[in-house]
């Protein structure tokens, strides 16, 4: 306890001298870190980009997307740019009960994630994107290992999805296939668009998916806050899970707690940022579309659009 | 002790047994069929607190913090030579046409024109592809990685020749360590030293180490006495003597460690970047992500291209013998090499400062066969699609669903029983009760049946990997060309990464079982071809041609001579087979599984280190069983065939 207080005092007295030293930056770099997938990156690097403009010195370091709270947390990387609602929520939350890491800052995007099918599915099936429309049209989803039953291939078990209750709450004739990674996702969509096969698989916007291969969302229930704890609320009144997932997810900006101090400028630049959905879809094209390094994509689109990010800078 | 009469009855009896309680499983009580909860006990609890006290109350944390601080300057001094990041000396980057040079030189002075061509070679097809400051950032973490791996593992392995003790102790900590799953290492590295560069290189220092130390202790013990006798006539001390007579009389063995410690490090490229290890791999794992495959592959293939180039470069530098030729006058003539590799540098800075393509391909400029691959791939697969999709509808009706449905229906007391039967007939009551004891500790951990789920994976994974491997092995034995070609596929087969075969076979299969299976039999494969050409191959020439003056056939002389002389040797092949099938069943995860791998995958991206730990022991028990069975076994062969 005394050595918490003590703790507290020299870091009380370091925020001072910080303060004193007329909030300049520390020249420590700035530890970004990056996922595998585009968005993420070219949003990392162009807010990399700004920082570096402003006079601080950027790293950027590869993680996992669910450890990168506890990295935050511990002060091994300084911030995160895309915490999704429904991928990385419960880990956000789970570091933020711990102590160490803050939501700096929101973007102005909508997450949504859900049961999704690529446009060909349609015309073999031409009732959706309602769900009951999708339950008649099991029998096209059929595949050698899911006994009769039409097969959904959803994201990862640790992504906790909840989509097997979905199906039992709906009373559908679906089994639900857990795939390992995105890739395999994305990987089963290939294949299948070559034999224009009809897939219903997880999916998720912003992302590069859309602009490949068009395609829509299956329209459940609608979503109302209990709907998964509560059976009352729903469409069943004995069921949990029987609604979609939230159509309007946050995307949030998270942030070391010592970052507030030891770059504050940088700091005060993150929380004005605030990217749309258009402009973050805009950023994975150039990547996964127009085949663009992410260092070169974040620069075109910085050049594209000077007036988004300098309202950033104080 | 060798299989006796005896030892057959017993094992007959446990396996009649066996089959009696999976026979009558109705009548079984529940405990009996599955462990109960009160047998299980909390392993995962354990070690987290053994990490919690390491990590808090011993302050190993500060240990381990300081350690990868140094690691961390080390990187920052190569990753500011190969690919210019802005730290200390400030030199970097050196221009890819000096590096590719240097290797030329290097492959040139230690075995001629045709490695110099490799070596050389490698490097410009780095950069020709625009993949320079990618595979620069690989090797700056290389670099380190791979000399301190050395060191560690020589300092480790003179510490267990010298003590009998330490040795004792050692060789279990290294079957395990060799057997793990490379996931299981990676969680406790992301507490001890959190992410990046650093960590990957410490990852990649662990997984490395264990070959090293086997190798010097295997060097050190094989030293003939007379060597060491004649030190001691010359007067040496101790230390004179280990570092002057000894080391240098291993140096064939230690060398032969140093190639295993690289291979190893570029074996780690792809999955330390799972915890922040730059370069090659990270990019790959990125363009698998939005499903690029030509440009994954041609990053493979310069992955495959840097193992064979640092492979051959070392194994030319360990089968070299020192020279003593007469010294010639003038110090020009005996550094004719030196001079003439200093030249090529000076050249080739002066040419990058004026032409900046020599300094760096930028991606821009970069040439690709991504395109071609891409649709040579697209073709194939509308191709074969009508194929696959019946295979994947057989195997998973008639093969996979019922397989895993047995493997699952059976009780693990009879599971236990029969593997306490085959280690009975196999190696007596001492193997009977290694092989309870690793299933049963798996039993305790409570991850019964997905342990299952992957027994059943690498089963039929191994099986399949027989049934195309000893054919293709038999066939490629006959002529030396022939075999020679086939180990090259072997080898570019094994080092190409493990992650690009995961997005075809999806693309073939779906995400299924199916995937999983084609996925591993890729692995599975390799080293059954492998061994089976080296026994086939080394059957001494004498015995054939006795066979063929008593007037035998050809399939005579390859079922009743070639094939029992050479069953030792492909036993090892299948021992490394399934080694290298568990390895890459807990990879397929990324497919999608129900088996430890999945639960593995969530222990990484929760850094729950005791479930990761207890998961990776229990993949780590089922190989070193194999490994015990199959090498007891093949003794025994030998034995017989007086070998």
Not at chain 1, 283 to 296: C, F, H, Q, S, T
Not at chain 2, 171 to 198: D, E, R, T
Not at chain 2, 345 to 363: D, K, M, Q, S, W
Request: aromatic share 10%.
């Amino acid at each position: 306890m005394k050595h918490a207080r003590m703790m507290l005092g020299s870091a009380a007295a370091l925020a001072l001298f910080a303060a004193a030293a007329s909030a300049a930056d520390s020249t420590d770099p700035i530890m970004i870190p990056l996922h595998n997938w585009s968005s993420q990156i070219v949003v990392s690097h162009v807010v990399g980009e700004v920082f570096t403009s402003m006079g601080n010195s950027v790293e950027y370091v590869t993680t996992d997307s669910q450890a990168v709270y506890e990295s935050i947390r511990l002060g091994d990387v300084s911030l995160e740019m895309e915490v999704w609602e429904g991928a990385f929520g419960a880990s956000f939350d789970a570091a933020v009960a711990k102590g160490g890491i803050h939501a700096a800052g929101a973007h102005n995007a909508v997450t949504r994630e859900d049961w999704w099918y690529p446009s060909w599915t349609k015309e073999a099936c031409p009732g959706l994107p309602d769900w009951k429309a999708l339950n008649d049209c099991a029998a096209l989803f059929v595949t050698p290992e899911s006994g009769g039953k039409g097969r959904f291939l959803g994201g990862p078990v640790d992504w906790l999805k909840h989509d097997q209750e979905k199906v039992d709450a709906l009373g559908m004739n679906f089994v639900v296939v857990n795939a390992g990674s995105a890739a395999a996702i994305w990987a089963e969509i290939g294949a299948a668009e070559k034999t224009k096969t009809p897939v219903v698989v997880f999916n998720w916007t912003p992302n590069f998916a859309e602009a490949v291969w068009p395609g829509e969302f299956v329209e459940f229930p609608t979503w109302e806050a209990g709907c998964n704890e509560d059976p009352k609320v729903g469409m069943f009144p004995d069921k949990i899970y029987d609604c979609g997932n939230p159509a309007t997810g946050y995307m949030k900006i998270a942030a070391w707690d010592g970052m507030k101090d030891k770059w504050p400028a940088a700091y005060t630049t993150l929380t004005k940022v605030s990217l749309t959905n258009a402009q973050i879809a805009e950023m994975a094209k150039l990547v996964d579309i127009d085949g663009m390094e992410p260092e070169d994509a974040a620069k075109t689109w910085m050049d594209a659009n000077p007036d988004v990010w300098k309202a950033w800078l104080n | 002790m060798p299989p006796s009469a005896h030892a057959g009855r017993v094992g007959q009896m446990l396996l009649a047994l066996a089959v009696c309680m999976a026979m009558g499983k109705a009548l079984l009580p529940p405990g009996l069929i599955r462990p109960p909860d009160w047998l299980i006990l909390p392993f995962a609890d354990w070690i987290n607190a053994a990490f919690f006290f390491l990590q808090n109350d011993l302050g190993l944390m500060a240990v381990t913090r300081a350690f990868s601080d140094v690691v961390d300057w080390l990187l920052s001094v190569t990753a500011n030579l190969l690919y210019g990041k802005s730290r200390w000396p400030n030199l970097g980057p050196i221009p890819w046409i000096v590096v590719a040079a240097t290797a030329f030189m290097a492959g040139y002075a230690l075995k001629g024109w045709r490695l110099a061509a490799l070596a050389g070679g490698t490097f410009v097809w780095i950069a020709l592809m625009g993949q320079w400051k990618w595979a620069m950032e690989t090797l700056s973490v290389i670099l380190v990685a791979a000399p301190f791996s050395v060191a560690l593992g020589l300092g480790t392995g003179v510490l267990a020749w010298r003590s009998p003790w330490f040795d004792r102790v050692l060789n279990p900590v290294l079957n395990i360590a060799q057997s793990l799953p490379h996931f299981a290492y990676m969680i406790p590295v992301v507490v001890f030293i959190g992410v990046g560069p650093k960590a990957g290189a410490i990852v990649t220092i662990i997984f490395s180490v264990p070959p090293m130390i086997r190798m010097t202790l295997l060097g050190l013990k094989m030293v003939p006495e007379e060597v060491i006798e004649a030190g001691k006539m010359s007067g040496a001390t101790r230390w004179q003597l280990l570092t002057r007579v000894r080391i240098p009389t291993a140096r064939s063995q230690i060398l032969i460690g140093v190639n295993q410690v690289i291979m190893q490090c570029l074996a780690m490229v792809v999955l330390a970047s799972f915890i922040g290890m730059p370069g090659l791999g990270q990019k790959l794992l990125q363009l698998l992500q939005s499903l690029k495959i030509g440009l994954s592959v041609e990053i493979g293939v310069t992955i495959v291209l840097l193992a064979v180039t640092l492979d051959r470069l070392s194994k030319a530098w360990a089968l070299r013998l020192p020279e003593h030729a007469e010294p010639s006058p003038h110090w020009l003539g005996r550094n004719r090499l030196l001079v003439i590799w200093l030249a090529l540098c000076v050249l080739g800075v002066v040419l990058a400062h004026f032409v900046p393509y020599f300094l760096e391909v930028e991606r821009k400029q970069a040439l690709s066969v991504a395109g071609p691959i891409d649709a040579l791939m697209d073709r194939f697969i509308r191709l074969i699609a009508p194929v696959t999709a019946w295979l994947r509808w057989f195997l998973i009706t008639w093969v996979l669903i019922p397989t895993r449905d047995a493997y699952l229906w059976m009780p693990f007391s009879a599971v236990l029983l029969l593997l306490a039967a085959v280690g009975w007939a196999i190696g007596g009551v001492r193997s009977a009760a290694v092989c309870v004891a690793y299933f049963g500790l798996i039993a305790l951990s409570g991850w019964w049946d997905r342990a299952m789920i992957t027994v059943y994976t690498v089963t039929v994974s191994v099986l399949i990997a027989a049934l195309i491997g000893l054919p293709l092995g038999i066939w490629a034995a006959r002529r030396p060309v022939r075999a020679e070609r086939v180990l090259l596929i072997c080898d570019t087969a094994q080092t190409f990464p493990s992650f690009i075969y995961l997005i075809p076979v999806i693309m073939l299969f779906g995400v299924s079982d199916v995937a999983v299976v084609a996925a591993v039999v890729v692995f599975a494969a390799v080293p059954i071809v492998r061994y089976t050409i080296e026994g086939l191959c080394s059957v001494p020439p004498e015995l054939i041609e006795a066979a063929d003056m008593s007037g035998a056939t050809r399939r005579q002389t390859l079922w009743h001579v070639r094939l029992p002389m050479a069953l030792p040797t492909m036993l090892v092949g299948a021992n490394q087979s399934v080694m290298f099938s568990l390895f890459m069943v807990i990879i397929a995860a990324f497919i999608g599984t129900q088996d430890l791998g999945q639960e593995m995958q969530r222990a990484l991206s929760t850094t729950d280190v005791g479930k990761g730990v207890v998961l990776g022991l229990a993949v780590a028990f089922m190989g070193l069983m194999t490994d015990h069975l199959i090498t007891r076994w093949s003794e025994a062969r030998k034995r017989a065939l007086g070998l």
